[in-house]
C-alpha cells in the first residue's frame, strides 16, 4: 500500500518566508512508524539550521508545518499532523482486504469518525457492497445475487430499475462508485 506524501516545512521559516528553501515532499512509504518520521524530521530541522540559520539570534526550526498532503484520507490531513494515528490508519489499511480508493471513499462519507480507527474498520468490512457505475447497476446486481422477492416491496412495487435503484438507497450510499450498505 502506498502510504502517500506530505510537504513538510516548519512555522519558523514559513514566517521568514524560506519556507521552500528546505521544504520539500516527504514520501511516507520510507517510514515504517510515526517514530522513524519524527526523528527524519528532528534531523532534517537539525541540518537546516546548520546550513540557512533563520536569523542572527539562533532561531531554530522546531515546530513542524504540513502544508500539503497526498495519498490518504483528508481526515488526517492538518498543519499539526497526529503522526501516530496516521500510521495506525496504515497499518490497518494493510492489514484490511481493501484497496485504498475503497477505503476512502467510505471516510469520505463521514458516517464513522477515524478516531476509532478499529470501529471505522469493523463498519467498513461490515458495510461494504461493491464497486458499481450507477445505482441502477447496483440495485440490479443487489437483486440477482441476494434473490430477494418480497411482495409489496422492492422490486416488485416499482416500475423501473431507476425507482427500484432509488428505493434501495435508503439502505445504502455510495461514494466515488463504491457501495456500503448503511449499517
Known sequence: MNKGKIFLTDYASYNNGTQFEFGHWVDLDQFDDADELNDYIEDHFEQADKKSPLDESGSIREETMITDFEGFPKFF?????????????????????????????????????????????????????????????????????????????????????????REIMFDYCSSDGFYFRSI
Not at 497526529?82 to 482486504?97: G, H, I, P, T
Not at 475503497?102 to 461493491?130: K, P
Not at 441502477?136 to 440477482?144: Q, S, T
Open 77 to 165: 490531513y492538518s498543519e499539526c499532523m497526529n503522526f501516530e494515528k496516521l500510521f495506525e490508519f496504515f497499518e490497518k489499511a494493510e492489514d484490511s482486504n481493501f484497496d485504498i480508493e475503497i477505503i476512502e471513499a467510505f471516510a469520505d462519507l463521514g458516517t464513522y469518525n477515524l478516531e476509532e480507527i478499529n470501529e471505522f474498520f469493523e463498519a467498513l468490512e461490515e458495510s461494504y457492497s461493491g464497486e458499481f457505475n450507477n445505482d441502477v447497476d447496483f440495485a440490479m446486481n443487489l437483486h440477482e445475487e441476494t434473490g430477494e422477492e418480497i411482495k409489496d416491496s422492492w422490486p416488485h412495487n416499482c416500475i423501473n430499475w431507476d425507482s427500484a435503484a
